[in-house]
């Protein structure tokens, strides 16, 4: 075992703060990695304040997290010290069970390790995320990235990127049809970019014309003012996909009417009750669906950086120390960040 520096959360209502993690040693398939930038995700801030009612302190939060190998096990075959690596939303999963064996270890039957917030497999030993100096990861849970990419702006492809990537992929997205990206925020701005470079016609949805403007520049070729009912009325039957990144329950129903037949709505923001629940005439009318995708396996994670590196995808972000991070929270509740907020943390070492 050995310490490094962190910022952790001690309660629910205490601030992140300096704090001393321990990292176990490195096993034979095992790399070490200094973390050089960590993104600040929603739910980094859900919870570090138990919004969720499942949190365990002491917690340092981060899952989009990149860095440099400075050690490699013994039978580690896909790095070498040096080697760029990056880590996401998971460190382990049973690694057995049917998902597992498809390369869909977020789906593992047992339930994946996530990155913080958990506890290590066969373990009481916490999990702590990339708000620190350095983690240990067993290499399949551990990526590689493009070197021609700006890294900063990697470290949110760990967790906005991939949320939006496997959906797109899952349901084939791509030329010839028409895609809808609902809510222009960590997420929507990447589902714009990733649908556009799959070749898609990409309208963003939004509540906020001034949001359209930036969604134009981002690689949209159309914007809908959901609250415009004439606009969203010329719209209906109109598109094959609909990638819904609203993070709260909200009324789906009048997305549901822009959906051609055998379209699919995919939710990948919001994780409580949808109110008013969607009505079944709006499914049962057009033979649509509505689905749900969470973040994606390694073997998709890594053809996401691959597939960013050929296109020259990165998020867009606003770059913080690690002492800022209480401050980004508070902004992170007024939805005051195009469109990430991402810690540099060479900060930590000067904290």
Avoid at 39 to 45: A, Q
Avoid at 333 to 341: H, P, S
Wanted: glycine residues 10%; aromatic residues 6%; proline residues 5%.
């Amino acid at each position: 075992m050995f310490k490094v520096k962190a910022y952790a959360a001690q309660s629910a209502t205490s601030p992140l703060a300096p704090f001393s993690v321990e990292r176990r040693d490195p096993g034979p398939h095992d790399v070490q990695i200094d973390i050089l930038y960590c993104g600040v995700c929603h739910s980094d801030l859900h919870q570090a304040r138990n919004d969720w009612s499942n949190s365990l302190y002491p917690m340092a939060p981060g899952h989009e997290i990149v860095g440099r190998v400075v050690k490699a096990g013994a039978h580690v075959t896909k790095f070498k010290v040096g080697d760029l690596a990056a880590v996401g939303c998971m460190v382990d999963s049973c690694r057995r069970c049917e998902p597992c064996e498809a390369d869909l270890e977020q789906y593992c039957a047992e339930g994946c390790t996530l990155t913080y917030n958990d506890r290590e497999r066969g373990s009481d030993k916490l999990t702590f995320g990339g708000y620190s100096e350095q983690i240990v990861v067993e290499q399949r849970f551990v990526a590689k990235v493009p070197e021609n990419l700006d890294l900063k702006a990697v470290a949110p492809l760990l967790c906005a990127g991939i949320t939006t990537y496997s959906p797109l992929r899952h349901w084939q997205v791509g030329p010839g049809q028409r895609v809808g990206i609902i809510g222009l925020g960590g997420l929507g701005h990447m589902g714009v970019k990733f649908a556009k470079a799959l070749g898609a016609r990409v309208t963003m949805i939004t509540t906020s014309p001034e949001k359209g403007k930036d969604a134009l520049r981002l690689g949209a070729d159309e914007v809908l003012v959901s609250r415009d009912e004439a606009a969203m009325t010329k719209h209906r039957g109109a598109f094959d996909f609909l990638l819904n990144t609203i993070p709260v329950g909200h009324d789906v129903n009048p997305y549901l009417s822009l959906l051609k037949l055998d379209g699919t709505m995919v939710l990948v923001g919001a994780l409580t009750a949808l109110e008013p629940p969607p009505m079944g005439a709006n499914l049962i009318g057009g033979r649509k669906r509505i689905a749900g995708s969470l973040i994606g396996g390694m073997a998709e994670t890594q053809e996401m950086l691959d597939f960013c590196g050929k296109h020259n995808i990165v998020s867009d972000v606003e770059m913080i120390r690690i002492d800022e991070v209480n401050e980004a929270y508070e902004r992170l509740l007024k939805n005051d960040v195009r469109y990430r907020f991402v810690i540099d943390m060479e900060s930590l070492k000067a904290a």
